[in-house]
């Protein structure tokens, strides 16, 4: 018996056991990483073009180093090439002037340029990186589930169908029909101005996607007709006060007509 228990405890176990955790445990980070982005990939000749499209267009406001300056411009170290394919991809930045947040317009750069700039604040510091092709595909996520997380979450301010709205100090929900699926997701993950941040503990990747989905099916249009702004009961209730209004005056014009 103490010769079977001496094998079954033999030294080199604890070592063997050590070696089978960390490779399983290797194996399942494997599985489970992101696929890697452009950014992810980037040459170290992609963040040098990036550092030197930052110091030429927006090292004025932000710093050479990106560590921003107070009252003018926020730090950039840790918030990731998501956040920069956001703000420059939807032309938000660099901004034309100041105000209370920057609206989209036309992009200032190409995508090429848009991927350095964005591989250059990501090698400044660990933060969220640009969804990859599979996570931003409408085709791939549920609608219906993602309706329900758009209204718990988002309809508050961009309205039932993400058509956008009004906020205080003149700041305001831009309408997500025209978004891409790509810069909705980047919204999701790093909360631009007024947003709140919805990680992936608050919204999962496949949820963010669902998201996605609903908004398309949004902006394919209204399979009813006239939208009438898609505010739900006020726009309609105020057509049909208005149609039969002039129903009503019509009919007494007629009757007062008939009997004279």
Known sequence: ???????????????????????????????????????????????????ALFAANCASCHGLDAQGQDGVAPSLVGVGAAAVDFQVGTGRM?????????????????????????????????????????QVDPSLGDAANGMEVFRTNCAMCHGS??????????????????????????????????????NDANITPEHKRDVIAYLDAQSAGSPGGLSLGAIGPVSEGLWAWLVLLGLII???????ARSS
């Open 250 to 256: 019509g009919a007494t014009v007629w009757v007062g």
């Open 161 to 198: 169908i993400g058509g956008g709205g009004a906020l205080t100090q003149g700041k305001f929900a831009p309408s997500l029909l025209e978004t891409t699926p790509t810069h909705i997701y980047e919204a999701m993950l790093t909360g631009p101005q007024s947003m709140p941040v919805f």
């Open 94 to 134: 660099p901004m034309q002037a100041s105000g209370p947040q920057a609206p989209a317009k036309p992009a200032q750069f190409d995508q090429d340029q848009i991927n350095q700039l964005a591989a250059w604040v990501a090698s400044l510091g660990a933060g969220p990186a640009i969804p990859t092709a599979e």
């Open 1 to 51: 018996m103490h010769a079977i228990a001496r094998r079954r405890h033999h030294k080199a176990a604890p070592m063997l056991l050590v070696l089978v955790l960390l490779a399983l445990i290797t194996g399942v980070a494997a599985v489970a990483a992101p696929s890697a982005t452009a950014a992810d990939t980037a040459s170290a000749d992609d963040v040098a073009a990036g550092e």
